[in-house]
């Protein structure tokens, strides 16, 4: 009888596989980029409000002894903190992020050195030209006392908001000696308050304030722009 063939003296069974073609294969290293650009963009994306605050500090920062208003260290954070806007809608003060925001605190009967900042606030931010839309000029008033109507047309471009005065303290601080109402303070867009201005400025002081506004404005160009 023939011998028969085992399973192990049968010929090896190949399978043959295509090789991509070139167009494929540059396809998909241009789709693997695609997907490493995007992946690096949302992570951008995501870190841009950290670097955006420690850009605007720390390029202000060596300039300190420069700077005519005191940088603020560590920087605070708005307080979630109730606040009603003249015409009675509730509102908190963590919406005015966004924005530059130059800032006096008052009761609502604003005697001379409240009117004093008021005047200096307006055209502190008409002065910064066409960047005034990245700043707003904001009059924090602590008490229900009703603004006087002669003021209200110079406040047209103003916000004002109601805020309890308690609360308030807790986050803007005077420099020793001094009371809340007589500084005007700045808070970045992220919401941090960053600088306070000498306590009863006169008008002469004004050029020294302007120039640090602008300072600001120009550390923050690449990433700040008008509008909330």
Same mark, same amino acid.
């Given at each position: 009888?023939?011998?028969?063939?085992?399973?192990?003296?049968q010929p090896l069974g190949l399978t043959v596989h295509s090789m991509p073609a070139p167009q494929d294969m540059a396809a998909n290293a241009a789709h693997t980029r695609?997907?490493?650009?995007?992946?690096l963009l949302v992570l951008l994306v995501c870190a841009a409000p950290v670097v955006a605050s420690y850009v605007t500090y720390y390029l202000v920062r060596p300039q300190a002894r420069q700077n005519f208003g005191t940088l603020i260290d560590p920087q605070a954070p708005l307080p979630d903190l109730q606040a009603l806007e003249m015409g009675g809608k509730q509102t908190n003060l963590r919406a005015l992020k966004g924005? +530059? !925001?130059?800032?006096s605190v008052a009761g609502g009967d604003c005697q001379a050195q409240c009117q004093h900042h008021l005047y200096m606030q307006r055209q502190l931010r008409e002065g910064l030209g066409k960047e005034k839309d990245r700043a707003d000029w904001v009059w924090l008033v602590t008490d229900d006392t009703a603004i006087a109507p002669s003021l209200l047309p110079a406040l047209a471009t103003a916000t004002v908001l109601r805020v309890p005065a308690a609360p308030l303290?807790? +986050? !803007?601080?005077?420099e020793q000696g001094a009371a809340l109402q007589d500084h005007l303070y700045v808070v970045d867009p992220l919401g941090n308050w960053m600088m306070r201005f000498p306590a009863r400025m006169d008008v002469d002081q004004a050029p020294k304030v302007k120039r640090d506004m602008e300072r600001l404005l120009r550390a923050s160009?690449?990433?700040?722009?008008?509008?909330?």
């Open positions: 009888m023939a011998p028969t063939e085992s399973s192990s003296d695609m997907g490493r650009w995007k992946m924005q +530059w !925001l130059l800032i303290q807790t +986050w !803007l601080q005077p160009a690449f990433w700040d722009t008008p509008g909330r």
